[in-house]
Structure formats: structure tokens, C-alpha cells
């Protein structure tokens, strides 16, 4: 185990790490919402708005699930990046980051899931 203690305050390096890199590529999605969309791929994204970034994360989701039905380790890994980048992008625009939904399961940590799930109501 690479923590001194489990629980859910307690940041694994591993989890430290995860956290620095995530913060670091939402401060750059946050850089390119002010750039010349002929400049950069994510720029293009937010130019095109929305509908454009969830289309895209639609079809990360689908190749990241064909991926996992293909069973080749690489690729799942290679899905699942290019699926967490395109969600980070949709967060960005929607004014909101990593750190949100780090603390939400942060607060899900330790919970039964059928506990949290009920907790959610009927939404």
C-alpha cells in the first residue's frame, strides 16, 4: 500500500499525482477558451460550442467501450485518456473542473453504492 493510512482524507502519492496533472491540463483547457480556434484543436471545440464537445466525448465513450469489448490493454488505456480529455473539456465549458468531481468522489468514497445511488433520489 503506498498510503500511511486508508481513509478518505488521507492522499495516496498516487492520487496526489493524478490530482496535479489533472489541475494542470484544466488550466490549459481554461488558456485555449481564449484562443484563435485555427490554433488549437480545443479552441476549435469551444468555438463550435456544446453540441460539438458532447458529440465528441459521445463518440470517446463509444471507442473507449469498443476498446474494453476488444481486450487490448493499450487501447483501453488509449480510450479512456482521449475519454477523460474530452470530458475535462465539456467541465471546462461548463464552468467547472476536475477538482468538482474529485470531491464528489471523495464524498462517495467509503459509501455503499446502492446507499449513494439511493441518496441521489429519483433523478
Known amino acids: 500500500m503506498t498510503g500511511h493510512a486508508v481513509g478518505r482524507s488521507v492522499l495516496f502519492p498516487a492520487r496526489r499525482a493524478m490530482t496535479e496533472i489533472l ?22 471545440l469551444y468555438d463550435r460550442g456544446l453540441d460539438a464537445i458532447l458529440k465528441k466525448v459521445g463518440e470517446e465513450a463509444t471507442e473507449t467501450i469498443l476498446a474494453a469489448k476488444g481486450g487490448d490493454p493499450r487501447e483501453i488505456v488509449l ?17 467547472l473542473g476536475p477538482d468538482q468531481v474529485l470531491k464528489e468522489l471523495e464524498r462517495r468514497f467509503g459509501l455503499s453504492g446502492l446507499d449513494e445511488k439511493a441518496s441521489r433520489g429519483d433523478r
Open 23 to 44: 489541475r494542470q491540463l484544466a488550466e490549459v483547457l481554461e488558456q485555449r477558451k481564449g484562443a484563435d480556434p485555427a490554433s488549437s484543436y480545443v479552441a476549435g
Open 79 to 95: 480510450e479512456t485518456a482521449d475519454l477523460w480529455f474530452h470530458t475535462l473539456i465539456m467541465l471546462a465549458q461548463q464552468g
